[in-house]
């Protein structure tokens, strides 16, 4: 594969390439088509991915930060990757899995999480507002302070999470289950806990506290 090609925007259909470690920093590849690729390890900081097609791709312990990764990542395997202070508002990450992924700085909003694998990941206080996280597993992950007003996580698993201080105002956790949660002074003005489980999560200092 031609990687000056690629950096220099010359060529742009490289769905299923194999580009496992390769130097992409900075690099524009916005709109590419990258679907399937092996990008295993490869370095793709501050890179420009808006728009790209990264279904399915192969972004295991990749160097992500700071990169605008706007784009389509559905089913991707972003598992131990550096997403730190990358932006992925609105990002297409329906299946993927996160796990082990840094996320500090991470901007989130109105990104398509739903599916996604992000368990015990550190997401303490991220932007999700209006984020679809329906059936997302967040088993476990810290999300202290962060922001998920207007959030859809119907049938989320939410269990042993930390929403400490949690912004949860008018999100949708119908069915959600939030067993042994920490909801510590989280705001659930407007949120909608039909069916939810709530068995040995802490309520304290929120509306629902008795």
């Known amino acids: 594969m031609d990687i000056e090609a690629i950096r220099s925007g010359q060529l742009r259909h490289a769905a299923g390439a194999d580009l496992e470690d390769e130097n992409l920093t900075g690099a524009d590849l916005s709109g590419m088509q990258l679907a399937g690729a ?33 784009a389509n990542l559905w089913g991707a395997n972003l598992m131990q990757c550096d997403l730190s202070g990358a932006d992925l508002r609105g990002a297409n990450l329906r299946g993927a ?15 398509f999480l739903s599916g996604a694998n992000l368990m015990n990941v550190n997401l303490q206080g991220v932007d999700l507002r209006g984020t679809d996280l329906r059936g997302t597993v967040l088993s476990g992950a810290n999300l202290q302070g962060a922001d998920l007003s207007r959030a859809d996580l119907q049938g989320a698993r939410l269990d042993n999470a930390n929403l400490e201080e949690a912004d949860l105002r008018e999100a949708n956790l119908a069915g959600a289950t939030l067993a042994g949660a920490n909801l510590l002074c989280s705001e659930l003005e407007g949120t909608h806990l039909e069916g939810a489980s709530l068995t040995g999560a802490c309520l304290v200092g929120t509306a629902l506290a008795p």
């Open 38 to 70: 092996n990008l295993v390890g490869a370095d793709l900081s501050r890179a420009n991915l808006s728009r790209a097609h990264l279904e399915g791709a192969n972004l295991m312990g990749a160097n992500l930060a700071g990169a605008d990764l706007r």
């Open 97 to 111: 899995n996160l796990m082990g992924a840094r996320l500090s700085g991470v901007s989130l909003a109105g990104a």
